[in-house]
Every structure is written in C-alpha cells, then in structure tokens.
C-alpha cells in the first residue's frame, strides 16, 4: 500500500509540472539592450501604463513604454505605438517595423521609439539608423471588454554624438503586454 501512495504521489508531482516554453501567462515587460558588451535589463511585472494616441492613419493607438534603464552615465529609454481596437490589432504579423529616434507621434502600428541620452546632459545624440523586428504576437487572454497581448522582438540602432560626430551601436531585445479594447 506504501508503494502505492508514493507512486500516486510521483505521478501527481509529474503532471503537475510547468510548461515553461511558451512563456503566455508570463506577464513581464522588458528592455534589454547589450552596448560595448555589456548587457543591461529592466522588466516590471503587470500592463504598465501609456498613453493615447494616434498612428500614421488616424487609427485609435497607445504608446506602451518599456522600464528605462539608467546607468552610472546612460538612459535608454524605449515606447512602441499599438493599435488600440482589437479588430485593428488582430491583423498585426511578426515582421519588419519602423524604428526612430523620436518621440512617438503619429507613427504606425508597432513603431519602436529608442531614445539614448548621457547623464551629464551634455552630449545630445541622434538615431542615425536601425532595424526593429516583431518576432512573436501572442493572445494571453480576453473577455468582452479587452485582449491581452504579448509582444516580442529585437532592434538594432545606430547613434551619433551631434557635438563630436561619434558613433556607436547597440542591439536589443524587447517583450511587452499589451491591451486592446472591442469597441
């Protein structure tokens, strides 16, 4: 009977292990950038908060910002424009999207703003070009008001220093949660 009860409990543990490959029920936001070799991350847990706005075709958008990494001399900050309907969003693929360097402001779905800055405010720098790709779209869940979203992709990006005309390059990664609404 004892081995009975310890194989019962063998086979309950077993199947009650975690399916940690597809990562859905996983709800972190992150940013993670690698600059001269070094890797540095933010995540938070949870939707965030945004902002409003609309895409390059007068679409009902948000901008979603990623946690800011902020170094001993560095900020990287990072936000992507989302639709905001879910019959808008439910068409969106993995693919190529547009990067800038700007503030987002009538951009299109899935538009990555990266912005780089130095502590010191001295030096100011420009987004001379780059590369910004969605590699996964995922349905976490949904109800009658809203769709939750998760988003994954990687950029790369060029910057220039505007004072001394030097430049660098960093390559990143991003995931994000996002929401969309019925209406």
């Known amino acids: ?82 639709f905001y309907n879910t019959v808008d969003f439910n068409e969106t693929t993995t693919g190529s999207y547009p990067i800038t360097g700007n503030f987002l402001d009538n951009d299109c779905n899935l538009t990555l703003s990266l912005l780089y800055s130095d502590t010191s405010g001295n030096n100011y720098f420009n987004l001379t070009n780059g590369s910004h790709t969605i590699t996964r779209i995922g349905q976490l869940g949904n109800d009658n008001n809203d769709t939750e979203w998760v988003i994954e992709g990687n950029f790369t990006a060029n910057f220039e220093d505007v004072s001394s005309g030097e430049s660098f390059s960093i390559i990143g990664a991003h995931r994000a949660i996002l929401i969309t609404y019925q209406d």
Do not use: W
């Open 1 to 82: 009977m004892k081995k009975l009860l310890y194989l019962f409990l063998a086979i309950t543990i077993i199947s009650c292990g975690g399916d940690d490959d597809g990562n859905d029920n996983n709800y972190e936001t992150y940013l993670e950038i690698v600059v001269n070799g070094q890797t540095y991350r933010e995540s938070v847990v949870g939707y965030g908060y945004g902002s409003n706005s609309q895409d390059c075709n007068g679409t009902s958008s948000f901008i979603k910002p990623f946690p800011e990494i902020n170094t001993a001399s560095h900020r990287y900050s990072a936000d992507i424009l989302h």
